[in-house]
């Protein structure tokens, strides 16, 4: 039986096994070196393999590309599917709603009136049936009805443009020019914005 000494090959060969074993910092040292090794070859190994002319055979590649290291052959789109649309088409022209230009009328109507000592509660509880919800609880918070350049209406509405289901329509009144979108909701027709005209 072989006396085993700390000497010759054999004890270089079992430090080199045993060191990975010697404590647990040493084995988690062993295993992310080996993890980056095997990494690295098998990163390489393809393009070791790969030869020149091997693109050429390719689908979708050329016989007279040239093949560079690290840059990606062209890749030739061969889908016969119709390319998707990114746009809706702009919605069709309508005949005006009578119904969405009374509410409009109606809104600046009540947009309008403001007598002295109105409150703004009071105010927006006479928009709040022609109004959407969302219009409603947003932007005509902020208005205070003292504010309002016109007291009354002062000639018919008048449609500016009318699509499937929106209008925009104008109306004069003692002050500025109101233009006031309507919009065809389940209820019915209700303002969703207005503009002034300077």
Same mark, same amino acid.
């Given at each position: 039986?072989?006396?085993?000494?700390?000497?010759?090959?054999?004890?270089?060969?079992?430090?080199?096994?045993?060191?990975?074993?010697?404590?647990?910092?040493?084995?988690?040292?062993?295993?992310?070196?080996?993890?980056?090794?095997?990494?690295a070859?098998?990163?390489?190994?393809?393009?070791?393999?790969?030869?020149?002319?091997?693109?050429?055979?390719?689908?979708?590649?050329?016989? =007279?590309s040239?093949?560079?290291?690290?840059?990606?052959? #062209?890749? @030739?789109?061969?889908?016969?599917?119709?390319?998707? %649309? $990114? !746009?809706?088409?702009?919605?069709?022209?309508?005949?005006?709603?009578?119904?969405?230009?009374?509410?409009?009328?109606?809104?600046?109507?009540?947009?309008a009136?403001?007598?002295?000592?109105? =409150?703004?509660?009071?105010?927006?509880?006479?928009?709040? #049936?022609? @109004?959407?919800?969302?219009?409603?609880?947003?932007? %005509? $918070? !902020?208005?205070?009805?003292?504010?309002?350049?016109?007291?009354?209406?002062?000639?018919?509405?008048q449609?500016?443009?009318?699509?499937?289901?929106?209008m925009?329509?104008?109306?004069?009144?003692?002050?500025?020019?109101?233009?006031?979108?309507?919009?065809?909701?389940?209820?019915?027709?209700?303002?969703?914005k207005?503009?002034?005209?300077?």
């Amino acid at each position: 039986m072989p006396i085993r000494t700390n000497r010759g090959r054999t004890a270089v060969y079992r430090r080199l096994w045993g060191w990975p074993l010697r404590s647990p910092r040493h084995l988690v040292g062993t295993l992310v070196i080996l993890a980056v090794v095997l990494t690295a070859v098998g990163i390489m190994l393809p393009k070791a393999i790969e030869k020149p002319g091997q693109t050429a055979g390719r689908p979708g590649s050329s016989a =007279t590309s040239t093949s560079r290291p690290g840059v990606a052959a #062209p890749v @030739t789109v061969t889908s016969t599917l119709p390319p998707r %649309l $990114t !746009t809706q088409p702009p919605p069709s022209s309508a005949r005006p709603d009578q119904d969405g230009v009374r509410v409009a009328k109606e809104w600046v109507t009540a947009w309008a009136n403001h007598p002295d000592g109105i =409150t703004a509660e009071q105010w927006l509880s006479g928009l709040k #049936p022609y @109004t959407t919800e969302e219009f409603f609880a947003g932007e %005509l $918070t !902020t208005v205070n009805p003292a504010n309002i350049p016109a007291t009354k209406i002062t000639g018919e509405p008048q449609v500016i443009s009318s699509v499937v289901g929106s209008m925009d329509v104008d109306v004069q009144t003692d002050g500025p020019k109101v233009r006031v979108t309507v919009v065809k909701t389940n209820p019915g027709w209700r303002v969703t914005k207005f503009t002034q005209a300077s």
